[in-house]
């Protein structure tokens, strides 16, 4: 039996375009036993989480609108959940964020951030 991780029963909701989040990203982390909501675009995560979605993370393409960065920015710091901007493997050599890929070195640097530090990481 694989040992519990940090990620274990965790719901990681990812906020981007259809094709943000690769297989290989969404099966590393189901590997890590999370459960991930999405990719759904920012409007629809807008109403979601406003109408009350229970996530315990948030992975937030770094190619939304400046208006529903911030918002999520806001809305999500008030709330205490942990989130981070990230890019997919397409774009890794655009500045900021995190890479959203199936490699190990991304998933684990996501799963530190998001969840291995004594206070989550923000953004």
């Known amino acids: ?11 990681i909701l990812i ?3 259809a094709d943000f989040l690769s297989d290989n990203a969404r099966g590393a982390l189901i590997a890590n036993q999370a459960s991930v909501t999405g990719p759904i675009v920012a409007a629809d995560a807008i109403d979601r989480l406003s109408e009350g979605l229970i996530v315990d993370a948030v992975i937030i393409d770094i190619a ?8 999520m920015n806001e809305w999500l710091e008030a709330r205490k ?34 969840f291995g530090q004594e206070r989550p990481f923000y953004h």
């Open 1 to 11: 039996m694989k040992p519990l991780g940090p990620l274990a029963g965790k719901t």
């Open 15 to 17: 906020i981007g375009e």
């Open 64 to 71: 939304i609108s400046d208006d529903a960065m911030l918002w």
């Open 81 to 114: 959940i942990p989130f981070i901007f990230a890019r997919d493997q397409r774009s890794a050599g655009l500045p900021g964020g995190f890479v959203l890929s199936g490699r190990p070195a991304d998933i684990n640097a996501i799963v530190f951030a998001l």
